[in-house]
């Protein structure tokens, strides 16, 4: 996101897939955008399992920096390898309608919540515009902001976001890009990914903290996507663009997770 020859290629990688006949919908955050506007504004971050805690102040600057920056400037990309793509959030067309997420961690076996402030979750996906905009040839560019039916705003995890429309669609493929190679059983060690995973072995992964911060959630997001509909997920390192032509010429990078 933060590299431009990176992601020049990782579009036109996705521009590439769909001259093969492959429908693409793209679903992004903006982590290094909103941690620097935020300082800016003088308004500090704090995480809690991978999860940005969002003061309502706080949120009109993220969907500043999601929406305005890194959505707009997406869409720009493509739009330069005459590529068409449609730039929206949740909100547009009521998407997605967001509920409060309260974050529940196991601390010594005991269940603690958290208030995240105005941090959401997906409580229902409509698909009505995004199958259009597929079926008219256009890229859907989704950023993870939506409203609850009350209208209030809140900021999901991109990833979680990015698995209920997964889900919702019955997407063939659910790929999630980081910036490592997948799922390392030792994070230190590029030598021990896991090449393949079923999602019942998630949580016990979890508690041996061979998943851990901010791989959490997008290990749960492969989750959600496959339990909606999603036939596979698959995290793939984004810094590497041509791991996603590999991923359907038969190579397999990355970890690939299960039902």
Do not use: W
């Amino acid at each position: 996101m933060t590299d431009e020859s990176i992601k020049y290629q990782l579009l036109k990688n996705i521009g590439l897939l769909r001259e093969k006949g492959y429908q693409a919908v793209m679903v992004h955050g903006g982590g290094p955008f909103i941690k620097n506007i935020l300082p800016e504004v003088q308004i500090e971050s704090e995480f809690i399992d991978g999860h940005r805690k969002t003061t309502p102040e706080a949120l009109k600057y993220v969907e500043m920096a999601l929406k305005g920056e890194v959505n707009g400037n997406l869409v720009k990309t493509f739009n330069k390898l005459d590529i068409k793509a449609v730039g929206l959030s949740g909100k547009d067309g009521r998407m997605v309608t967001a509920e409060k997420r309260l974050h529940r961690k196991n601390v010594n076996g005991i269940i603690e919540e958290y208030d995240l402030g105005r941090v959401g979750d997906v409580a229902q996906v409509d698909t009505t515009l995004i199958r259009l905009l597929l079926n008219n040839g256009y890229i859907p560019v989704i950023t993870c902001i939506a409203s609850d039916a009350e209208g209030r705003d809140y900021n999901i995890n991109a990833d979680m976001f990015a698995g209920h429309v997964a889900g919702a669609l019955s997407a063939n493929r659910f790929i999630v890009l980081t910036d490592v190679d997948g799922l390392l059983m030792d994070k230190d060690d590029p030598g021990s990914l896991i090449k393949t995973m079923k999602v019942g072995e998630i949580q016990e992964l979890i508690e041996n903290k061979i998943i851990e911060g901010g791989m959490i959630p997008k290990i749960e997001s492969c989750s959600i996507a496959l339990q909606k509909g999603a036939q596979l997920a698959q995290i793939i390192n984004g810094t590497k663009p041509d791991q996603l032509l590999e991923s359907f010429n038969g190579s397999k990078p990355g970890t690939i997770i299960q039902i």
